[in-house]
């Protein structure tokens, strides 16, 4: 899979559809401009600003995987027991 690396996000745009806080965002990675949306915790969506900076944890040789990584992601933030794999 790569190894994990950060980078600075651009907010893009923030909205609500549903009860549900989102967020749109840009980064780019040796020259190249990925963006996605996902949605948030109100707690740290209240903290956001469109054109504010948010940090993004990718896997260096595929940042669309974090499409994939959503679901899993939201069930760790909620609580609930979610998967993994241990690299170190």
Not at 34 to 51: D, F, K, P, Q, V
Not at 67 to 86: C, K, M, N, P, S
């Amino acid at each position: 899979m790569g190894r994990c690396r950060e980078a600075d996000g651009l907010v893009t745009r923030l909205w609500n559809r549903r009860r549900t806080d989102l967020v749109s965002y840009a980064f780019t990675v040796d020259g190249v401009v990925y963006t996605g949306e996902c949605s948030i915790a109100t707690a740290h969506w209240a903290n956001l600003r469109t054109a504010g900076t948010l940090p993004i944890r990718f896997f260096a040789l595929e940042p669309w995987s974090m499409i994939q990584l959503r679901r899993d992601r939201w069930l760790a933030a909620e609580g609930a027991a979610t998967g993994g794999v241990v690299l170190r």
